[in-house]
């Protein structure tokens, strides 16, 4: 019985996790290249942790979701992070509805409305501030972010 077991649990660890199928939010695929974007409608807002970020200046909306603002994050001119800010509380929650939808229940952390969905591909976070209700949905790219770390933990070696 325990061995009928080991494969029951081996075939749900083979399958993909709902966040790596997904890869990716409002019509955009992690790991995308920069260039497919129109240089216009990416407007610069800095570095952070070798992340360039740019807001994307494109009208948006998921599902029939409106979205008030995209943030995204470039490493090595790939999609890193895609990052979603919802103003109003009933847009957050039909969002978090669909990501359930899709992804199914969403690990609760804290006791904020703050609930995570990570795989082997990608992490999802869905945040919502109790006191203002703004919620960010920001999806990143594992794969990228270990490139990342490789490279930081590399340049740290070679001073």
Known sequence: MVRLGGVILGLVWAQSAPVDTLYGLIGLSLEMDKAAFLPAT??????????VWYRWAVDTAWQGIPIREVH???YRDKLHTIEVRLTRPEDAEAFLV???TFLGKGVQDGYAPRYRWRGERAALLYDQNILTRVTTVR???LALQRQLERDVYRDYQSR
């Open 42 to 51: 990416l407007i610069p807002k800095g570095t952070s942790q070798r992340k």
């Open 72 to 74: 995204l994050a470039f």
């Open 98 to 100: 669909l990501l359930e």
């Open 139 to 141: 999806i990143e790219s």
